[in-house]
């Protein structure tokens, strides 16, 4: 299924003590150029993402949020995110079944990497994270960008294909080749990730 392919080995991937759900960009309003090859793949990452996530919340794993400023720099989460549920948005359902709970984290980012000047690797010492679950937009770029800042801060991966996207299969597929192979990331779908029932998310 595009952009959803099935890793070539299918596992089931069990959740670890101090795993951290980090989703990348998905408060976006899919206005850039070729957003619009994405926006259908967005809108089904959205409804797997948001069923991953609330899974998540049940079994206590921290979820993090690290989005695009859009160039906004004197914007805070909330502008952002009106800006993107704006109604001429193309992305505005996908915020708002993404829109981030009072239990999340959120922080901004000002360039691909969730790592870039932001304060993602502080956050992640305070919570005692010692693994990173990555999903997003787009597969190829921020999460790409991410997972390698990541790597180099030796942090295992795990990469929910079917909870990122991109602007085409090749695209999509390419990277999630590269993650596996460069950043020794384990690539698997979000419903053959196992979660223990009320697994602590520090450590």
Not at 57 to 85: L, Q
Not at 118 to 125: E, K
Not at 179 to 195: G, K, P
Request: net charge positive.
């Amino acid at each position: 299924m595009a952009n959803r392919p099935k890793p070539k080995h299918p596992r089931t991937v069990p959740c670890k003590k101090g795993d951290a759900l980090l989703i990348i960009d998905t408060i976006n309003d899919l206005s850039f150029p070729g957003a619009e090859k994405v926006l259908p793949w967005a809108e089904k990452l959205a409804s797997r993402l948001s069923v991953f996530r609330n899974r998540a919340h049940r079994a206590k794993m921290p979820v993090i949020y690290v989005n695009d400023n859009f160039g906004h720099w004197h914007s805070n989460f909330a502008e952002v995110y009106t800006h993107c549920i704006r109604p001429s948005a193309p992305g505005r359902h996908v915020s708002q079944k993404l829109k981030p709970t009072r239990a999340d984290y959120f922080i901004l980012k000002p360039r691909h990497s969730a790592f870039y000047s932001t304060s993602l690797v502080p956050l992640l010492q305070d919570l005692n994270i010692r693994r990173l679950i990555l999903s997003g937009i787009a597969t190829n770029l921020c999460v790409l960008f991410t997972a390698h800042d990541a790597h180099m801060r030796q942090y295992p991966l795990v990469v929910l294909s079917d909870c990122c996207a991109a602007e085409s299969d090749f695209d999509h597929n390419l990277a999630l080749s590269q993650l596996e192979r460069f950043c020794n990331a384990t690539i698997c779908l979000s419903t053959d990730f196992i979660f223990h029932r009320g697994a602590p998310g520090r450590g």
